[in-house]
């Protein structure tokens, strides 16, 4: 008879196959062969015993994308601002991690306002300018060098709410209020992880969505175009003097779900007046703390 498997070369007897930790299992090669999970003969007394040596813990991949973002970080304090950085592939072979790990640190980099990434020939990652400030609320967009640009587009989205809202009012169907209400819940989740960033992206996925119910395709496209715009353009959320960014936040999703709330009920006059209450236009903001 063949044993299969860890008994090759031993005796298929019950003995053998329940021999304790400390006695090797007769037969075989001379009894060499271990049971599967056994200590080698001759270990250290702990391996003998069956305790595993102490070993380092694995490093996760959130933690490798920390320590990437922290050695792009001490790059960029070596160098000017504006400073060209080297390709996403030259920097990730210079951090030694994954591509996947690489681009969680880019990530992470660009949240912080430190780098920017430009396409094209003679592009790649750079040092981030100085970042101009623009005004939203209680917050404060950091921008990359657009800061004109996306204050402008901002002020004529401000403009097109309204128009979007009374069309959402005549056309929204019970599934579109329900994916409207998938993105409150993002916007919920972030304010318990106090992530203004995830919060403010989550907050202009809200705004596509209610954009896309019109059926005024330019309408839709236009306020889709200036939204893209205001995101590119957005490097990092800051707070100001004047309230806690994350009271700030919790408040802005209080407002946007009762708009929503608003919108199922077929409430205009409710509706209107929050986005009233929601549209506070963007200015340069040089002093963060300066008032609207």
Known sequence: M???GDDVGS???RTARHSTPDTAPSGGHGGAHLRRGGPAAGGSPSARRGRVPDVPPRQTSSGRAERAADKVAELIESVPP???LG???ELRTLCEVSVGTFNEALRLLQARGLVTVKPGPGGGLFSAEQSPMVRLGNSVLALDARAN???DAVRIRDALDPLLIEDALWHASPADIDGLRRHITAMERAVSAADPVAFVHANWRLHAAIA???PNALLSSLYTHLLDLIESHTLSVLPTSDQ?????IAHRHVL????VDALDRRDRDEALRLIHEHNTSLQPAEDPAAHS
């Open 2 to 4: 063949t044993a299969r």
């Open 11 to 13: 005796t298929p007897d």
């Open 82 to 84: 504006g400073s060209r």
């Open 87 to 89: 390709t996403k592939e």
């Open 149 to 151: 640009d996306v204050a």
């Open 212 to 214: 896309a119910i019109s």
């Open 244 to 248: 806690p960014l994350n009271e700030y």
């Open 256 to 259: 946007h779900r009762d708009l």
